[in-house]
């Protein structure tokens, strides 16, 4: 992991992507918080940072801690390069930091193929049989909800039988967990507002 405290090529695309109107903070449910006034020059300004960010930078940025691959995440997902799947895939079942797994999920969300779908159920095969940690099972698991709503698929059905993995990850658990149908519910939402600011970028490529 690059130390952006060190790292002057991640400060300067730090400072390009990451802090503006402090992006890194507002992007998940927080841009629902938004006026409308605010939100408009949001996604703009998002659109606009995916369109101008190059694959080295991303890979730059997925290479610095949770703010710069949260954000990263983000505009990967606007910009559908799906180049990054795999990528994205293994700093997920990595977890090696917080705050970044929705972003990642919301991403392969926005791919939305069966290759995403895997990559989920990969994480969920590992951190399910994990009580002892609470990661992004219940974001992973309601992303995997939405996925199977997109493809008509039921990748999540084996996660979700009686007694089955996350009824025996729930069980040895000490503290209540988030609701994946919730969940499922909230991917939805972000994924809409990804193709709201995907729409801007559209026109940005076009006019290019």
Known sequence: MRDVRSDTELQGLVRRFVTPDRR???LGGSVFRLSPVERS???RDLAQAAYEVTPAELGVLFEGGWRERK???WLVAVAHRSEFRQLIGRLLLASEGPYAGAAYCVALAKFGTAADAE???AYLDHYLSRPDLDYDQAVVLGT???LDE???SEYATRFLTPAGPWDRW???RAVAALDPHDCRQAVGQL???VDETAEVFASLACGS
Do not use: K, P
């Open 24 to 26: 890194y903070l507002r």
């Open 41 to 43: 020059a949001f996604v």
């Open 71 to 73: 954000t990263a995440a």
């Open 119 to 121: 990559l989920l159920s």
């Open 144 to 146: 995997l909800l939405y």
């Open 150 to 152: 997109i493809l008509g």
């Open 170 to 172: 729930l069980e040895v």
């Open 191 to 193: 994924c809409a507002f």
